[in-house]
């Protein structure tokens, strides 16, 4: 059972645009959502992370945005460049140990 | 500090052999993991030790054993390895904290190849 599903599998964006990542999940026990962002040949890092009281978190120029009625939430990365090429994977957790990650988003910034 | 560090970094094996991939942390973090990473995959937990002493099944646990030696070491055996188990393994580890800082810190991988 696939607790998170994260769209689109792939993104290309021009330098200086806007990369949206979505996913949305199923465990209403759910209460941390962190987004992870990998590059080629490293393992993942996390990168920003929201809990469900609030409906937005940014830190620079990425933003979580929370809908917990629609149990979805997204990643916006503002101006994107190219060193923000890489693979993100959203994930969700609640009380136990256990990190659900999505299936991943592989985003190319385009010079 | 050097993280969580793995070895190896590579390993082909031919079906049928063992293995043992190590793991260790000098963050003095509780919990460590272990995950797969296949293409369209995604990241899927293959056991998981919340404490020394303590281990768990993930989502995909079956052809795999694991031993948490002590608080820093975790490693993960294939006992007669598959094609099916080509993929890469990552290592994690965790501490318990609150807030939106609760990160699990990743090791660089191990790229398994079964022939």
């Known amino acids: 059972q696939q607790q998170v599903k994260q769209s689109p599998q792939s993104l290309i964006v021009q330098k200086g645009g806007i990369s949206i990542i979505n996913c949305a999940y199923e465990n209403t026990a759910f209460d941390y959502f962190p987004w992870y962002q990998q590059f080629p040949g490293k393992g993942p890092a996390l990168l920003i992370a929201i809990r469900p009281d609030v409906s937005e978190k940014k830190e620079g120029r990425f933003t979580i945005s929370f809908n917990k009625s629609a149990k979805q939430f997204s990643l916006h990365i503002m101006d994107s460049q190219p060193g923000d090429s890489a693979t993100y994977f959203c994930g969700g957790k609640g009380g136990s140990e256990k990190l659900v990650f999505g299936k991943g988003t592989k985003l190319t910034v385009n010079p | 500090n050097a993280g969580v560090t793995q070895t190896p970094k590579f390993q082909v094996l031919k079906t049928g052999q063992s293995m043992t991939l190590q793991c260790a942390q000098d963050m003095n973090h509780n919990s460590m993991y272990w995950y797969r990473q296949d293409p369209g995959m995604g990241l899927r937990l293959i056991y998981y030790?919340?404490?020394?002493?303590?281990?768990d099944k993930g989502e995909v646990p079956n052809g795999y054993n694991v031993s948490r030696l002590n608080k820093r070491e975790f490693s993960l055996r294939l006992e007669s390895a598959a094609p099916s188990q080509t993929s890469v393994y990552f290592c994690a580890s965790r501490t318990r904290t609150s807030g939106v800082r609760d990160t699990q810190y990743f090791g660089p991988g191990t790229r398994l190849t079964v022939l």
């Open positions: 030790s919340a404490s020394e002493g303590t281990t």
